[in-house]
């Protein structure tokens, strides 16, 4: 995995909290790299520190120690853009105006800003909703402003927080396959984070398996289905169903194991 | 319903429920109305008859009559212009510092830990306490009862600000930085418009503060006005002025309440 063209190149990364006199650690010398292009999945229990690590990645973290380098393509580029757990949509300002928002924090002209963002409206079927404010819309539809957002930021690598968990299922399978779809067009870097095995098979192209107290990996997993993929082919897909009961094993014990040892960590 | 479709029976029953419901409604609303109206008219009923003294508790009707009298004569208008002014003045003395404080204190924990134990300190004494000494820093005139009205809207307006800055969902404040937003950006998009539906509650509540506070400044050291028209009649014992005064404050009061909700619904038209 040491190959030069690594697009991320993170090197022993760790994370303490401290809470009163009590010291935490979260992450513990998490070293990985991520080719161009790369859909990677952050996958395990809660409290094994993966929101930890990509808030990190995020710069809304400092590591205590060890660094990460991210490899720019174009200076005009932003280094990175979340697409956030639920809510990170913002009340007070239209779907319109959430979708340009890191557009016109950069000061991009009007031109440009417009063309994206009604490009990404257009593609996460948001156009009729733009003028509306985001408590009129509906738990999927405030994920869409979110991807939106995101896309139409054009960044070097794209970061996503467990985006689909707060939704219900049907939503989920849809927004999932959306998603992926508009990925495809650019097939930007991912960072992607979940609890559920289902959807980091559908999305990745690589499973990091992480186990908690410290947060660790200690696996990975290719996922070697081609793309473009559905919900559908993914589940009808022997062998999807023997890798899910692999990746079962592995967490069931790795959760077991930090129940055992009952020591208290932060997501 | 067992078959899912509603038989005539059920219609039936829903229509009296339905019916039963509005009649409730229509008796609510029919009370809501009335009740002024009662008092009024009880009111009425026994000062004529002097079963209470009329002196004190003139007739509603013969209150009127004054009130109509003080606009024809111009009294009104000069009592009610001076006021208001005193009232603008004074309200926007206060919540204009009090808004930028506010979101200083709620951005820059420095400036929270500096200026707390001194508002904190300050807030529960009376502006009208203090009287005497704005007097005497500000003088007698229109000075005094301006800096009065502002520093009594002050407090409110400053601390429901500061707490509406800290009560912006973190998470808001992560996607202004994931995004890479300026403090300046990040001032006028994030802090400013997250924190406008508390701040609007505290220029409500100051509001209601500048209208209780206008009426006892007005008691010293005022030639016109709404408190003085208040004060001076009840020391001349002229009970319908009064009452036209105290109507007076009533209805600006329910005005300038209505007037913030319209602006609120104006600036923070995304709750």
Known sequence: MHAPEAKIAIEGIAKVFYKKKQSILALQDITLRIRDGEFVTLLGPSGCGKTTLLRILAGLEKPSAGHFDVRRTDEQKPLQSMIFQENGVIPWMTVEQNVAFGLNLRKLPAKLVKERTHYYLEKTG??????????????????????????ANDPELLLMDEPFAALDEQNKFILQEELLRIWEEHRKTVVFITHSIDEAILVSDRIVLMSAHPGRIVAEKRIDLP???????????????????????HLQREVQGARSEFKPCKG | MKDGFARPHDEESALREWKSKRRARIVQQTLTGASPVFLLAVWELLSRTELIDSRFFPAPTSIVGTFFDMIASGEMLSHVSISLLRIAAGFLLGTVPAVMLGLMMGMYRPMKAFFSPLLMALMPIPTLALMPIIVILFGIGEGSKIVTIAGSVFFPVVINTAAGVANIDRIYIDVAKNYGASPKAFFFKIALPGALPVMMEGIQ??????????????????????????WSSYKLFLFEPMYVGLILISFFGYMFSLLLRWLKNRLVPWQ
Request: no cysteine.
């Open chain 2, 205 to 230: 509540m100051g509001q209601a503060i500048a209208l209780l506070t206008i009426v006892a400044a007005e008691m010293i050291g005022a030639r016109e006005g709404i408190g003085y028209l208040i």
């Open chain 1, 227 to 249: 793309r473009p993929r559905s919900v559908e082919q993914i589940r009808s897909d022997p062998g999807m169903a023997q890798l899910f009961v692999e990746i079962w094993n």
């Open chain 1, 126 to 151: 948001l156009t009729p909703f733009a003028k509306l404010y985001p408590k009129e819309l509906s738990g999927g539809m405030k994920q869409r402003v979110s991807i939106a957002r995101a896309f």
